[in-house]
């Protein structure tokens, strides 16, 4: 989260001017083209990912991709150039926008002073330990959600996946992303789980956990703990998950125990897709006047 890094001030600083200079505050979704073009910067057409493009590729550029270390780049900056190199694999509008937005990051913080940038899935995970990728994935949260302007718009809505999913409608970023921001912005106490799409154990029900997010508000209630793999009986909100994209109600309540080992009543919703499944944690409260959404599901709602 921003405020772990020492450099979070000036973050806020420079993708907040980037905003400006690209008109691009309050607009939805948030207008990524535009963001790039006020950066100086512009997509290539040209694939470093080919070996044959890569060997005629300048010094600076091959450097960067083996940095990496992986077979699997997914994006590159060259700063000479000014351009943007994304893996023609990725389709996933949502996916390209955060790449675009990641790359641009590298450039625009004049700490970072590489001539290129190479990322693979790896430095671009939510769990790395570069700091420079940790700077840049942060960077590019606060441009795509726009800083504190996506918390103002989630607390408009109820807690719940079906308002996740608009909000990443609404935004243009992918549903992955967008559970991350909502967890960590939330004011009331918020938690977002992302698990592997197979279970590694049926007996009892067990998940291998990606990613957790959460709200400061969940984390001065429940604390940050939380194991590699989640399994059905210490962890029993994960029944949610046969819930997940159901035409039935989809909201599950548990008693999880604060740090105080007293019970406290947790909602959990599911919603899955072919990358994982992704849970919503929460503490129910009072939302008078919060717009309420349904899931779509198969032509229904949920």
């Known amino acids: 989260m921003l405020n772990d890094l020492t450099s979070g001030r000036d973050i806020i600083r420079l993708t907040e001017d980037l905003l400006k200079r690209a008109d691009a505050a309050g607009r939805w979704p948030t207008p990524v ?27 600076h550029l091959r450097k960067a991709i083996a940095l990496v270390n992986s077979s699997r780049v997914r994006a590159v900056l060259d700063r000479r150039e000014r351009t943007v190199h994304l893996d023609p694999a990725i389709e996933h509008a949502g996916r390209r926008s ?12 004049p700490w970072q002073q590489e001539l290129a940038y190479a990322d693979d899935d790896a430095t671009l995970s939510p769990a790395t330990n ?3 990728e940790q700077e840049a994935n942060q960077g590019a949260a606060e441009i795509l959600f ?26 243009g970023a992918s549903l992955q992303a967008t559970l991350r921001r909502y967890a960590e912005t939330h004011r009331a106490a918020v938690c977002g789980l992302v698990l592997d799409a197979s279970p590694i154990d049926r007996q009892p029900l067990s998940y291998r956990r990606r990613e957790a997010s959460q709200s400061p508000a969940w984390t001065e209630r429940f604390g940050r703990s939380w194991f590699p ?56 409260r009072r939302e008078t006047f919060k717009r309420r959404r349904t899931l779509a599901v198969g032509g229904r709602t949920a």
């Open 33 to 59: 083209n535009d963001i790039v073009e006020a950066a100086e910067l512009e997509e290539s057409d040209e694939s470093p990912f080919d070996a044959w493009v890569l060997a005629r590729a300048p010094k």
């Open 98 to 109: 955060f790449l675009r937005l990641h790359e641009t990051s590298h450039d625009l913080f």
């Open 130 to 132: 570069r700091l420079f």
């Open 146 to 171: 726009q800083g504190s302007r996506f918390g103002q718009m989630a607390n408009e809505y109820r807690i719940g996946v079906a308002a996740v999913s608009e909000l990443s409608g609404n935004v």
């Open 229 to 284: 793999v989640l399994s059905e009986d210490c962890y029993p909100f994960i029944s949610a998950i046969a819930r997940a994209n159901s035409p039935a109600p989809l909201e599950t309540v548990v008693a999880w125990p604060d740090l105080n080992c007293e019970p406290v009543d947790v909602r959990a919703e599911a919603i899955s897709n072919r990358f994982g499944h992704l849970l919503l944690l929460w503490v129910p």
